[in-house]
């Protein structure tokens, strides 16, 4: 990638700012060498960083940041209490609260009458291909937003936007469990870089 390419001119001016005596402008050519997408780059963990492209902990640290202030600020843009109706909305929200992350993270949304959300509950997090969620924890989750409607959400860090079998297992589970406590499962979205999908609205379930 050119020196003069904006990704490059910006990872340049980070890396220099962590690190003022680095040669940021090799670093920033090494980080992003054989690289498909720019954001490789802020997805890798900050060791690795190091590792790559000899920086600084402190210049691995920033760049390790980056898409954690991109997450805040995506969730941010989407207002307060979004209204998430569609499977559209509910990618728009997760796609932003789930970029970048390098593991599984399963989200419940929980939501009053008009699906606007009152609040969004991390239920678990793992490894690369899965996370332990408890039915019991999305019961409560929801009980305590007093939530009419509800939605999970996971993210697929290896990129694949098909639902696996525990996937669809989990969402046939949470859906009745969360009707005993009148509350309606609306979807289950996946989240990967290319898009999300929702398992109810693809007929999975």
Partial sequence: MPEN????RALTN??????????????????????KRAWDVFEMAAEDLSAQAGLSPQ???????VDELCRYAGVERLGESPKLDSVK????????LLLGRRVEYCYLAC???????????????????SSPVHLRDISQAALRCGAVYAALAHNHPGGALVPSAQDVELTRRAKKALKLIDVSLTEHVIVARSGSVGIIEGGYV
């Fill in 59 to 65: 210049s691995a640290q920033a760049i390790d940041l």
């Fill in 111 to 129: 939501m009053d009458a008009r699906h606007r959300l009152i609040r969004c509950v991390l239920l678990g997090r793992g490894t690369l291909d």
């Fill in 5 to 8: 390419d904006p990704v490059c």
């Fill in 14 to 35: 980070l890396i220099s700012a962590s690190d003022p005596k680095a040669d940021a402008a090799a670093a920033a050519q090494k980080l992003l060498e054989g690289k």
């Fill in 89 to 96: 909305a509910l990618g728009a929200y997760f796609g932003a």
